[in-house]
């Protein structure tokens, strides 16, 4: 998990075990900003910052630039600090930087935030670093494996959270680490010290309703409740910007193929880790599967392509959400 890695080289930096080196890339920059940040406040005191500390812009300066600070000397501190921010804009020149990484100053910590983009692991930079310094790369998690993050940033901080509470932010922010962050943050400041984090606190204070939501609406389905169902799809029908079909429909067709799925395992026992889901909602899948034959599902499936082409305006001049969600909702209780 990116997270141990990452509390990894915190411990690291607080028992002073610094590298010369810090190449930070990847596709998700909650995590590059997370080190970059600590480091920056962390490695010199707020006094030694003011010589030793310099902050460069990928777009303004080139590999050339950025090894002439590093091999400068501290003044007045044992350490300085270098971080190169939007590094990526210099993945042109990038592997210039070798002969530097082969011999870095050692009264220098490098901080390279290279954001969105990773180093070819064929090529000699990203073998060199590994070597001398923290190559570190920061992957994107899938929204599958969010709640299970949210869980444990929480519990580092002394709280816990419900497992539809967990869902619901996700569905709500998606895979963003950096917005999900914030409304914990936000959450953090109302609830009290040990406090459990449920539904009714994130509709209370993120505004997210714990009645009318994607979530709710894959247990209706699930449960062939038609009242329940029709009461979502007219609330979505009547906020679309706040819930859009594109959203809906992507949800639901991962839902359906992991029932599908769920038709096909032998091992019913090993359904949660093949499906990816938190164990606490396997009983929504056995539970669908009870009420949705496989051939059903692969109906049901086809049903939610169509509808997410007409969404898109494949065969369906004019057709609001609301008549798209109904047509979903018919195809899938027929």
């Given at each position: 998990m990116p997270l141990d890695k990452v509390k990894s080289i915190i411990t690291d930096i607080k028992n002073k075990n610094f590298k010369p080196i810090y190449f930070l890339m990847g596709e998700e920059p909650y995590y590059i900003d997370a080190i970059s940040d600590y480091i920056s406040n962390n490695v010199l005191t707020e006094e030694e910052r003011g010589f030793n500390q310099i902050v460069l812009y990928g777009r303004d300066v080139t590999i050339?630039?950025?090894?002439?600070?590093?091999?400068r000397y501290p003044m007045m501190a044992e350490k300085q600090v270098i971080i190169v921010r939007e590094a990526q804009d210099l993945s042109r020149t990038i592997e210039n930087l070798v002969s530097y990484a082969e011999n870095p100053q050692p009264s220098t910590?490098?901080?390279?935030?290279?954001?969105?983009?990773?180093?070819?692991?064929?090529?000699?930079?990203?073998?060199?670093?590994?070597?001398?310094?923290?190559?570190?790369?920061?992957?994107?998690?899938?929204?599958?494996?969010?709640?299970?993050?949210?869980?444990?940033?929480?519990?580092?901080?002394?709280?816990?959270?419900?497992?539809?509470?967990?869902?619901?932010?996700?569905?709500?922010?998606?895979?963003?680490?950096?917005?999900?962050?914030?409304?914990?943050?936000?959450l953090l400041v109302i609830v009290k010290p040990g406090e459990q984090i449920t539904p009714h606190i994130i509709e209370r204070n993120i505004g997210i309703s714990k009645d009318f939501n994607n979530f709710e609406l894959q247990n209706a389905l699930g449960a062939k409740d038609f009242k329940k169902a029709y009461r979502i799809i007219t609330y979505f029908s009547q906020n679309p910007k706040d819930h859009?079909?594109?959203?809906?429909?992507?949800?639901?067709?991962?839902?359906?193929?992991?029932?599908?799925?769920?038709?096909?395992?032998?091992?019913?026992?090993?359904?949660?880790?093949?499906?990816?889901?938190?164990?606490?909602?396997?009983?929504?899948?056995?539970?669908?599967?009870?009420?949705?034959?496989?051939?059903?599902?692969?109906?049901?499936?086809?049903?939610?392509?169509?509808?997410?082409?007409?969404?898109?305006?494949?065969?369906?001049?004019?057709?609001?959400?609301?008549?798209?969600?109904?047509?979903?909702?018919?195809?899938?209780?027929?």
């Open positions: 050339d630039d950025v090894v002439s600070n590093a091999k910590v490098l901080v390279m935030c290279y954001k969105y983009k990773k180093l070819d692991a064929r090529k000699k930079l990203s073998k060199t670093i590994k070597k001398t310094g923290e190559l570190f790369e920061s992957k994107k998690l899938y929204d599958n494996q969010v709640p299970n993050w949210i869980t444990r940033v929480l519990q580092g901080k002394g709280h816990t959270i419900t497992p539809k509470a967990a869902q619901m932010l996700v569905e709500f922010l998606g895979n963003d680490l950096g917005k999900v962050n914030n409304e914990l943050e936000k859009p079909i594109v959203l809906t429909v992507s949800l639901l067709y991962s839902f359906y193929s992991k029932l599908l799925k769920y038709h096909s395992l032998t091992n019913k026992a090993e359904a949660a880790k093949v499906l990816g889901v938190n164990p606490y909602f396997l009983k929504d899948y056995q539970q669908a599967a009870g009420n949705y034959p496989m051939k059903k599902v692969s109906a049901i499936i086809s049903v939610i392509r169509d509808v997410d082409l007409k969404s898109k305006g494949v065969g369906a001049a004019g057709m609001s959400q609301g008549d798209l969600l109904k047509e979903l909702l018919v195809g899938i209780f027929e």
